[in-house]
């Protein structure tokens, strides 16, 4: 197969079979599922769903490729071009492998969503730092309950103190995501507006591969 370097970079969301959405996986995952037929496509168009097999989907494409070719990503064979899905649903098992979240600054920026958990306003990351809750001289340890984001005017002013110390509220109490928080990230993409409506229901259940 040849491909497009875009398309290739593209994630498909992933439904059990009960249409909740459990993961994102890349392209080349996506297909692997549907060719083994483990998985479905489940098309968004118009306001409506629907669902494709490998062999729907191969035909639908051709369709696509001649009247839209502009509304999809494509992967090019020598004889033909696939869409590439935005969403496919598992047939015969409900999920996939959980893994633990990993502790670190990414995850971290997307559990408080790039927000200072003090004054409540976005920034973009290199204008946020990480703040201990309870400061590392009074004993606070670096878990998941004790950092949170802080945008560089509101990590001075809390210092070395606590919150209640610096007369600061948290916004938010911080815990420990139970799935990875960073999905929200794809959602400013207009390639995967289809996946809002799984995702409104089950942010915290998705995982990323």
Same mark, same amino acid.
């Given at each position: 197969? =040849?491909?497009?370097?875009? /398309?290739?970079?593209?994630? %498909?969301?992933? #439904? ?6 459990? &993961?994102? *996986?890349?392209v ?18 118009q ?15 051709q ?14 064979t =020598?004889?033909?071009?696939? /869409?590439?899905?935005?969403? %496919?649903?598992? #047939? ?6 959980? &893994?633990? *979240? ?8 997307g ?89 409104d ?9």
């Open positions: 197969m =040849i491909a497009a370097q875009s /398309a290739l970079d593209c994630q %498909v969301l992933v #439904l059990n079979k009960h249409y909740m959405a459990i &993961r994102v *996986v890349n080349k995952r996506a297909f692997s599922l549907l060719f083994r037929n483990l998985a479905e496509v489940v098309l968004y168009e306001g409506k769903y629907s669902n494709h097999n490998i062999q729907s989907w191969l035909e639908l494409s369709l696509k490729n001649q009247f839209e070719p502009d509304a999809h990503d494509w992967i090019h =020598i004889q033909i071009s696939i /869409a590439v899905p935005r969403i %496919v649903r598992l #047939l015969f098992y409900d999920h996939l492998p959980r &893994r633990d *979240v990993t502790f670190n600054r990414r995850n971290l920026y559990r408080d969503q790039n927000r200072c958990q003090y004054c409540g306003k976005r920034f973009p990351t290199n204008e946020l730092s990480l703040d201990h809750v309870i400061p590392r001289s009074m004993g606070g340890q670096s878990t998941w309950e004790n950092i949170v984001c802080a945008c560089l005017k509101c990590n001075v002013k809390k210092g070395g103190r606590t919150p209640a110390q610096a007369h600061m509220t948290l916004i938010t109490k911080p815990l420990k995501p139970k799935h990875s928080p960073v999905l929200s990230v794809n959602l400013g993409d207009s390639r995967y507006h289809s996946w809002k409506q799984f995702l229901h089950a942010y915290w259940s998705v995982e990323l591969k």
